[in-house]
């Protein structure tokens, strides 16, 4: 899904704006005199047409389409090996160090 803002889309919040925009044209061509006053006609028209193909004709589908599980790699495991190798002989070596250098007590 695309962006969403407090649960809702942005094709809400430009549906919002539209009608808010034709408000204020509406009042302000309301107080017109003469023929300018039949403009409120075509404004609130406008809108109707832009919300009815805004809710129609939407962009993206309903229900978001199923996202696949991020697969993990790991792309060190080879030198992984190689270092727990490494740690392993030269622990096995100092633990045959130690053994040979300490002193018989008998």
């Known amino acids: ?3 969403v803002v407090l649960g809702v889309g942005t094709g809400v919040f430009i549906i919002t704006l ?8 509406t009042i302000i061509l309301s107080r017109a005199t003469g023929p300018t006053k039949l403009g409120i006609i ?7 047409i832009i919300t009815l193909v ?3 004709f939407p962009r993206a589908a309903e229900v978001p389409a199923p996202q696949r599980a991020a697969q993990i790699v790991d792309m060190f495991f080879i030198g992984r090996y190689v270092l727990l190798s ?3 002989q030269s622990g096995a070596a100092n633990l045959a160090a130690s053994s040979i250098n300490e002193p018989c007590l008998r």
Do not use: Q
């Open 86 to 88: 490494l740690i392993s």
């Open 42 to 48: 075509p404004v609130v028209l406008l809108a109707l």
């Open 54 to 56: 805004l809710v129609f």
């Open 18 to 25: 539209i009608w808010i925009l034709t408000l204020a044209l």
């Open 1 to 3: 899904m695309a962006d």
